[in-house]
């Protein structure tokens, strides 16, 4: 019985190996943070050139009466103009401003535990003329 209070105290009193231990559990929500960092900027990406293909989108079908004729080959546009992750989709309208085109698409935000899906839209109105 003493042999084994012994070995008791002297583990309860080594600190070899401590930072190891420490480093372990720091490390999962490190590469945690890190992965939804990447993911932050990718949504930033995309949000941004969503709204570059809304606003080309929306000149071609204001100005380029040839090339986007209708919703649909507006839509085929605004896709063609898009290089961010996911398939978007574009609908044109003829409203006080002009032409003005809508671009959603979806987004699924991973942070290594979770997946969430979020719809990310950007909007653009260009003058008719």
């Known amino acids: ?3 084994m209070r012994t070995f008791v105290g002297r583990l309860r009193r080594d600190e070899a190996g401590s930072s190891a231990v420490e480093f372990v559990l720091i490390l999962i929500p490190m590469v945690m943070l890190t992965i939804g960092a990447i993911n932050l900027s990718l949504m930033v990406y995309t949000v941004a050139n969503l709204n570059y293909a809304a606003e080309d989108a929306a000149r071609c079908n204001a ?7 209708n919703a649909a080959t507006t839509n085929t546009y605004g896709r063609a103009r898009y290089k961010g992750p996911g398939v978007p989709t574009f609908t044109a309208t003829s409203p006080a401003c002009g032409s003005r085109v809508v671009g959603t698409v979806p987004y699924v935000f991973t942070t290594g535990l979770t997946s969430t ?5 950007s ?6 003329t």
């Not at 100005?63 to 004729?69: D, E, I, N, R, S």
């Not at 909007?123 to 008719?128: G, K, L, M, W």
Request: aromatic share 10%; hydrophobic share 35%.
């Open 63 to 69: 100005v380029k009466k040839t090339t986007c004729t």
């Open 123 to 128: 909007q653009a109105c260009y003058p008719a």
């Open 1 to 3: 019985m003493r042999a």
């Open 117 to 121: 899906t979020f719809t990310l839209s």
